[in-house]
């Protein structure tokens, strides 16, 4: 016999000495009990002892073997169910795994940022940008600052080169001044030649 058969037998017993115990004030509950408590009711007693009617005996061994056998499809029944639960939990419980997971690469892919076809999240596509700008406000200072430097540079050569022009006019004022003289005197020689001889 299976264990399940021992067990639903340990509590048919139990409950038919429960009710020995409590025969007169027990509501029924199974049809073991009822029977049990008919079979005691229905029993003669002799010197102290219950005497049991044999056919009434057999009908109530009968009828615990039917409730026992009610018991054990009960419990399959009972087992089958746990047995499905169980199944359907394990079920659930990798569904929730690969939910997590599906909600982990949903998160990840919602926070990356495609930046030339590289995935960035949002904090190093911040810092990354942070950093572009950065990098573009030094180049920026470093071209005006040079742009200021050589515009001082050009201003500077500008003067220096009027101040050169001036002092062409002034030396080529000079130098055709000195050629007229010069020319002057050169003629004059001329002239004093041409009138001695």
Same mark, same amino acid.
Do not use: C
């Given at each position: 016999?299976? /264990?399940?058969? !021992? ?13 020995? %115990? ?23 007693? !002799?010197?102290?002892?219950?005497? *049991?009617?044999?056919? @009434? ?9 039917? !409730?026992?056998?009610?018991? +054990? ?5 009972? =087992?089958?169910? *746990? ?9 659930? =419980?990798?569904?929730?795994? %690969? ?26 596509? @911040? ?5 572009? *700008? ?12 040079? !742009?200021?430097?050589?515009?001082? %540079? ?5 003067? =220096?080169?009027?101040?050169?022009? =001036? ?23 001329? /002239? +004093? ?5």
């Amino acid at each position: 016999m299976s /264990n399940k058969f !021992y067990i639903a037998a340990v509590i048919a017993l139990a409950s038919v000495f429960q009710m020995n %115990a409590q025969i007169d004030s027990l509501e029924t509950e199974t049809p073991v009990q009822d029977e049990f408590t008919s079979l005691i009711k229905q029993s003669n007693n !002799y010197q102290g002892y219950k005497v *049991v009617d044999y056919d @009434k005996l057999i009908e109530l061994r009968n009828t615990t073997r039917n !409730y026992i056998t009610e018991l +054990k499809e009960e419990i399959i029944v009972q =087992k089958n169910t *746990v047995d499905q639960q169980n199944d359907e939990i394990e079920k659930l =419980k990798a569904d929730l795994a %690969a939910t997590r997971d599906e909600l982990e690469r949903v998160t990840k892919e919602k926070d990356a940022l495609m930046f030339l076809g590289m995935p960035f999240s949002k904090g190093g596509y @911040k810092g990354m940008m942070w950093g572009i *700008v950065g990098i573009l406000v030094v180049i920026l200072l470093i071209l005006f600052f040079r !742009y200021k430097s050589s515009h001082a %540079a050009t201003k500077e050569a500008r003067q =220096k080169l009027d101040e050169t022009e =001036k002092e062409f006019d002034t030396y080529r004022t000079k130098a055709l001044e000195k050629e007229q003289r010069l020319g002057r005197m050169l003629q004059d020689e001329r /002239n +004093k030649s041409t009138g001695n001889s």
